[in-house]
């Protein structure tokens, strides 16, 4: 991945294309735990494919490529969240944001905890278990304390447990 993403800060936009679909995935899985739809989540990764093609000359350190990447990407999905958070007013925004389900992982029940899960814990919980983040990266990525994303995945395990209460069932608050 090193030569390929040294070529691409020479703009060599065929080793820039093939380094985009080695990262496909994750950028999927991390856009798809945040917004929850398949239109919304291609339009993040089309905006952070743009935006990484043009600032890739920014990058310092050639290590911290997949962090920044998403990075960006998070950033573009919270400005797409944002924009239709203005644009649906009333009722409609809560019946919207509690029909909508987040599509595209292989495992049904994974799926399923990720939508039973608060917004703010479910970034962190597909960045640590599904792309193997560490809570160091994390943090550099979100921009918070180490502390705080331990204080996430504390809670948002805690939250899973609730979900899978034998007493209370599999059912989402």
């Given at each position: 991945m090193d030569t390929l993403l040294k070529r691409a800060k020479s703009r060599d936009g065929e080793a820039f294309v093939t380094l985009m679909q080695?990262?496909?995935?994750?950028?999927?899985?991390?856009?798809?735990?945040?917004?929850?739809?398949?239109?919304?989540?291609?339009d993040a990764i089309q905006d952070t494919i743009l935006t990484c093609w043009e600032k890739l000359h920014t990058l310092r350190r050639e290590e911290y490529f997949k962090s920044w990447l998403t990075r960006i990407l998070i950033n573009k999905c919270n400005d797409i969240l944002r924009k239709e958070r203005k644009l649906v007013y009333g009722d409609s925004v809560t019946d919207m944001q509690v029909g909508?389900?987040?599509?595209?992982?292989?495992?049904?029940?994974?799926?399923?905890?990720?939508?039973?899960?608060?917004?703010?814990?479910?970034?962190?919980?597909?960045?640590?278990?599904?792309?193997?983040?560490?809570?160091?990266e994390i943090s550099k990525i979100l921009g918070e304390s180490e502390s705080a994303v331990k204080r996430r995945l504390t809670a948002a395990r805690r939250q899973i447990a609730l979900i899978y209460d034998p007493e209370k069932g599999r059912e989402c608050k």
């Open positions: 080695e990262n496909m995935k994750g950028m999927y899985k991390v856009a798809i735990a945040i917004v929850c739809n398949d239109e919304d989540a291609a909508q389900e987040c599509d595209g992982f292989g495992n049904v029940e994974w799926r399923e905890m990720l939508r039973c899960v608060d917004e703010k814990y479910r970034v962190v919980l597909v960045l640590y278990y599904a792309e193997g983040f560490k809570v160091r």
